[in-house]
C-alpha cells in the first residue's frame, strides 16, 4: 500500500504560481511512477503530468505543457508539481496518484494509488 497527501493548494490570481506537494508513505516511493490528474467540477479527471521513478521520463497533459513541471525528491518521498502562467481554467481539485510501473500512463486507470486531492482555484 502506498498512502499518498497533497498539499499546496489554493487561491491565486490569474498569472500566479503554486507548487503542490505530494508526500507518500508506504511501499517504496521509489518504485513507483508519480502522476498528477486534476478534475473541475462537472467534468471528467483529466492527466496533468507524470514521472517516472528514477525521475528520467515526464509527461505532460495538453493544458499543463509549457506552463507546468513535475518532480520528485525519492530521499523525501516527495513529488512537486510546480504551476506558472496559472488561468481560471486551472481551478480544479489536484489528485496525486502513484503507477508500480516505469512508465508515464495518460488515464486515471493506470494508477494503483490515490490521495485525496487539493483544491485549487484561480481567480481572474
Known amino acids: 500500500q502506498v498512502q499518498l497527501v497533497e498539499s499546496g493548494g489554493g487561491l491565486v490570481q490569474a498569472g500566479g504560481s503554486l507548487r503542490l506537494s505530494c508526500a507518500a508513505s508506504?511501499?517504496?516511493?521509489?518504485?513507483?511512477?508519480m502522476g498528477w490528474f486534476r478534475q473541475a467540477p462537472g467534468k471528467e479527471r483529466e492527466f496533468v503530468a507524470a514521472i517516472t521513478w528514477t525521475g528520467g521520463r515526464t509527461y505532460y497533459g495538453n493544458s499543463a505543457k509549457g506552463r507546468f513541471t513535475i518532480s520528485r525528491d525519492n530521499a523525501k518521498n516527495t513529488v512537486f508539481l510546480q504551476m506558472n502562467s496559472l488561468k481560471p481554467e486551472d481551478t480544479a481539485v489536484y489528485y496525486c496518484?502513484?503507477?508500480?510501473?516505469?512508465?508515464?500512463?495518460?488515464?486515471?486507470?493506470?494508477?494503483?494509488?490515490w490521495g485525496q486531492g487539493t483544491q485549487v482555484t484561480v481567480s481572474s
Open positions: 508506504g511501499r517504496t516511493f521509489s518504485s513507483y511512477t
Open positions: 496518484a502513484a503507477r508500480g510501473l516505469n512508465s508515464g500512463s495518460y488515464s486515471a486507470g493506470g494508477y494503483d494509488y
